[in-house]
């Protein structure tokens, strides 16, 4: 069994080094180390990628902006007034103007109510070893 492998691997030596030395027609060996050369890769164009991403970026921060602006415009301001009054079906009704007939009542705001402070917490050792 160990001499049928020894004759393999003598026979896949020959074949892969034979074209290195057996000569062509033109005198030259059929293969030679020049054959193997890396293929040629063309890297992309990448000329003017910085001001793009810039310009996306900024693009980005600006829409960014305009929707915070939005988001900020929509929050009841703390100076601004909110009135409550009940129908007579007993349905309480909420708007930024009073009613003409004097019904409504002001609606006193915490602008404070929404903020919660940090919790300290102390760390817990692990639980022990059993």
Avoid: C
Avoid at 37 to 50: H, I, M, Q
Avoid at 67 to 79: F, T, Y
């Amino acid at each position: 069994m160990k001499k049928k492998l020894l004759y393999l691997l003598i026979i896949v030596a020959l074949a892969v080094a034979l074209p290195f030395v057996i000569k062509g027609k033109n005198g030259q060996p059929l293969l030679t180390v020049d054959h193997f050369s890396a293929p040629k890769v063309a890297l992309p164009d990448l000329t003017g990628l910085e001001a793009k991403a810039r310009d996306t970026l900024n693009e980005a921060q600006t829409e960014i902006n305009t929707v915070k602006d939005k988001i900020i415009a929509a929050l009841p301001q703390p100076e601004s007034k909110i009135y409550k009054w009940k129908d007579d079906k007993g349905q309480w009704h909420f708007s930024d103007l009073p009613r003409r007939d004097g019904q409504s009542v002001e609606v006193k705001i915490d602008a404070k109510v929404n903020t919660l402070p940090t919790m300290k917490h102390k760390s817990v050792p692990p639980p022990a070893a059993n």
